[in-house]
């Protein structure tokens, strides 16, 4: 297999955009291969990520600015989907079926006009109420109730994602909070208020350019190098789950750890799937940070701040960034370019090396997640 980098990377600020959802795929693409002075003609595959776009996104995207007739692939895998879509642009470079291929994730949730998100006739659960907010209020009790942690210390998540968040000029969300006003806001599912919610109320595209690492030179004086790339789904139980314990990201995890041959100390960076305050909190355990049980502590110890331990969610995650679901897992890979390049501005972590972006996607009856995407990148 060949080695697969990442030369470039665009996006939009996340949020109500007044865009149609092919516009704002052209700004990202065009934007995108006008700063790397890239002929389109240079592009061997594309692949877009998009959820509630309808039938072919991505073609319509491409269209009006003149590529077509070219290998499109649409992919959706729920939140994974731009996680999914850079994985096969990564194994189709990486098997030499192409050498150059760009990665589109593109949303535009304010079509829907709002509220929840549509949920399947046949989907049980969720039909009889166990949508995430609740399912995640559910793993947030259990967690407090274990391991003597209070609704305040998971507004730590918030107040450290919203001030992150405000040095992005690409977040939805661009305004420092408090705890106050973390738990002052309106209740959604008990212990959760608004702000410890990401919205699924946003609109957003982010691209990245993907090539052969032997030809990285061609497109960019800068690139990252792809160490692990790994998709996996979540297993149906029947009975008792342990709703503390993150199972389907501890297993992609480790598997992307194995692929890259790092261990989690050897991690700079995360941008990870902040859906919910608790679910970083769980995250941080899954991913061998900290102990299980202990992913409290190590949030009030800052050992999560852009200038900690690791630095979580520099972007300012789901809950600041926003989650414009296709767009998502392309965003934190974009936000991982300009990290390990050094070009992230003032949310600018300090050297580093190693860098993993981290997705989860929806949730059927029965199982943990639909998917989990999980990368690991390098530095060159």
Same mark, same amino acid.
């Not at 942690?149 to 000029?169: C, F, I, Q, W």
């Not at 370019?337 to 972006?357: D, E, I, M, S």
């Given at each position: 297999?060949?080695?697969?980098?990442?030369?470039?990377?665009?996006? @939009?600020?996340?949020?109500?955009? #007044?865009?149609?959802?092919?516009?704002?795929?052209?700004?990202?693409?065009?934007?995108?291969?006008?700063?790397?002075?890239?002929?389109?003609?240079? %592009?061997?595959?594309?692949?877009?990520?998009?959820?509630?776009?309808?039938?072919?996104?991505?073609?319509?995207?491409?269209?009006?600015?003149?590529?077509?007739? %070219?290998?499109?692939?649409?992919?959706?895998?729920?939140?994974?989907?731009?996680?999914?879509?850079?994985?096969?642009?990564? *194994?189709?470079?990486?098997?030499?079926?192409?050498?150059?291929?760009?990665?589109?994730?593109?949303?535009?949730?304010?079509?829907?006009?709002?509220?929840?998100?549509?949920? $399947?006739?046949?989907? %049980?659960? =969720?039909?009889? =109420?166990?949508?995430? #907010?609740?399912?995640?209020?559910? !793993?947030?009790?259990?967690?407090?109730?274990?391991?003597?942690?209070?609704?305040?210390?998971?507004?730590?998540?918030?107040?450290?994602?919203?001030?992150? =968040?405000?040095?992005?000029?690409?977040? *939805?969300?661009?305004?420092?909070?408090?705890?106050?006003? &973390?738990?002052?806001?309106?209740? @959604?599912?008990?212990?959760?208020?608004?702000?410890?919610?990401?919205?699924?109320?946003?609109?957003? /595209?982010?691209?990245?350019?993907?090539?052969?690492?032997?030809?990285?030179?061609?497109?960019?004086?800068?690139? @990252?190098?792809?160490?692990?790339? &790994?998709?996996?789904?979540?297993?149906?139980?029947?009975?008792?789950?342990?709703?503390?314990?993150?199972? %389907?990201?501890?297993?992609?995890?480790?598997?992307?750890?194995?692929?890259?041959?790092?261990? #989690?100390?050897?991690?700079?960076?995360?941008?990870?799937?902040?859906?919910?305050?608790?679910?970083?909190?769980?995250?941080?355990?899954?991913?061998?940070?900290?102990?299980?049980?202990?992913? &409290?502590?190590?949030? !009030?110890?800052?050992?999560?701040?852009?200038?900690?331990?690791?630095?979580?969610? #520099?972007?300012?995650?789901?809950?600041?960034?926003?989650?414009?679901? =296709?767009?998502?897992?392309?965003?934190? @890979? /974009?936000?991982?370019?300009?990290?390990?390049?050094?070009? /992230?501005?003032?949310?600018?972590?300090?050297? $580093?090396?190693?860098?993993?972006?981290?997705?989860?996607?929806?949730?059927?009856?029965?199982?943990?997640?639909?998917?989990?995407?999980?990368?690991?990148?390098?530095?060159?």
């Amino acid at each position: 297999m060949r080695s697969v980098s990442v030369v470039g990377a665009n996006m @939009i600020r996340f949020g109500k955009n #007044p865009k149609t959802l092919e516009e704002m795929g052209q700004e990202v693409v065009v934007g995108l291969l006008k700063d790397l002075n890239v002929d389109r003609e240079k %592009i061997d595959a594309v692949f877009g990520a998009n959820v509630f776009g309808g039938h072919l996104p991505t073609q319509r995207v491409l269209k009006e600015i003149g590529m077509t007739g %070219i290998p499109v692939f649409n992919v959706e895998n729920a939140c994974a989907s731009g996680a999914t879509a850079y994985h096969q642009a990564y *194994q189709a470079i990486a098997h030499g079926i192409y050498d150059v291929a760009l990665v589109i994730g593109v949303e535009k949730l304010t079509s829907l006009g709002g509220g929840a998100l549509p949920i $399947p006739p046949n989907e %049980i659960e =969720g039909n009889h =109420g166990i949508v995430m #907010p609740g399912v995640y209020a559910m !793993r947030a009790q259990r967690y407090l109730h274990d391991f003597n942690a209070t609704s305040e210390d998971l507004a730590l998540v918030s107040v450290k994602n919203r001030a992150n =968040g405000a040095l992005n000029p690409y977040a *939805q969300f661009q305004k420092p909070v408090t705890v106050e006003e &973390v738990m002052s806001s309106r209740l @959604i599912a008990d212990p959760f208020t608004l702000l410890q919610c990401s919205a699924n109320n946003g609109d957003g /595209a982010a691209a990245v350019l993907v090539c052969a690492t032997d030809r990285a030179k061609e497109f960019s004086d800068v690139s @990252i190098k792809t160490e692990a790339s &790994v998709i996996t789904s979540g297993l149906f139980k029947g009975g008792y789950r342990d709703l503390t314990w993150a199972e %389907i990201t501890y297993r992609a995890v480790n598997e992307a750890y194995q692929q890259a041959n790092v261990k #989690p100390e050897q991690i700079d960076m995360v941008e990870m799937h902040d859906a919910f305050t608790i679910a970083e909190v769980l995250y941080y355990e899954a991913m061998g940070f900290c102990e299980h049980g202990k992913g &409290v502590e190590f949030l !009030r110890d800052g050992k999560s701040q852009i200038d900690g331990q690791v630095a979580v969610n #520099p972007s300012g995650g789901l809950i600041s960034r926003g989650h414009p679901l =296709g767009a998502t897992g392309v965003a934190q @890979i /974009a936000e991982t370019f300009w990290q390990l390049t050094c070009q /992230a501005g003032k949310r600018q972590v300090k050297n $580093p090396q190693y860098a993993l972006t981290h997705v989860t996607g929806g949730g059927i009856s029965g199982v943990d997640n639909g998917a989990c995407g999980v990368h690991i990148f390098s530095a060159v």
